[in-house]
């Protein structure tokens, strides 16, 4: 079984957002949200950006922009970040907006062995990434380092498609050996909200669901 050290999680919209609506009083009042104290951190408003932070939680709005971020998450997969974010956009119906995206950053401890293996894949057989993670197709990155003049995988980048909802996700493995860890950042993004918002139900509604399936991808390579 995996140890895993969340750094945080993240929702974010693309769209036409106004910043100066992010404030204490409309997330309480209008959006009805409860917080257990006055923020910890209220950037002051300048016309194009605006951040509120309660203690591990961080609104941030800015013109093109809206995302809501976890840090040090423990039970991600029952956050209220979805909750935040799916209430705040039911505020503002007429809003206009483009793409979603749920984000995942983990530190995670990975066996030697097991890193030797994924290396020996990555420099011969690429084709058995896909077979691992049960997928039809990826696209994959690689990036290298040299050492005394020997080729060394730093880190790797793996693309896939989730067409069913219009999804595209892209994980990063970063490599820290130190500490024997990895360091992954996992993004899932939708497009196409301007012409469907149902859309924006699979990070809000189905966010467990995009959750697992990160979980699903680190599992199948690392376990």
Do not use: W
């Not at 690689?142 to 595209?168: C, L, Q």
Request: hydrophobic share 35%; with cysteine; aromatic share 10%.
């Amino acid at each position: 079984m995996l140890n895993y050290k969340n750094e945080y999680i993240n929702l974010v919209i693309l769209g036409n957002f106004n910043p100066s609506i992010l404030t204490h009083d409309f997330l309480v009042k209008e959006c009805g949200l409860k917080f257990e104290k006055e923020p910890i951190e209220n950037t002051p408003r300048i016309p194009v950006v605006a951040s509120l932070e309660y203690d591990n939680i961080n609104f941030l709005a800015d013109l093109g922009r809206f995302q809501i971020t976890e840090k040090e998450c423990t039970d991600p997969v029952n956050s209220n970040v979805p909750l935040y974010l799916k209430t705040y956009l039911d505020k503002l119906p007429f809003t206009p907006i483009s793409k979603c995206g749920a984000n995942f950053s983990y530190v995670i401890e990975i066996n030697e062995q097991k890193l030797r293996y994924l290396n020996d894949i990555l420099s011969t057989d690429r084709n058995k990434i896909i077979e691992m993670l049960k997928i039809k197709e990826a696209s994959i990155d690689i990036g290298f380092i040299f050492e005394d003049k020997h080729e060394k995988i730093n880190n790797f980048t793996i693309r896939t498609k989730v067409k069913e909802n219009k999804a595209t996700t892209l994980m990063k493995i970063q490599y820290q050996e130190v500490s024997n860890t990895i360091k992954t950042d996992f993004n899932y993004e939708i497009s196409g909200l301007e012409k469907d918002k149902e859309l924006i139900k699979i990070i809000t509604e189905k966010y467990p669901e995009v959750y697992k399936l990160f979980k699903k991808q680190i599992e199948l390579l690392f376990s």
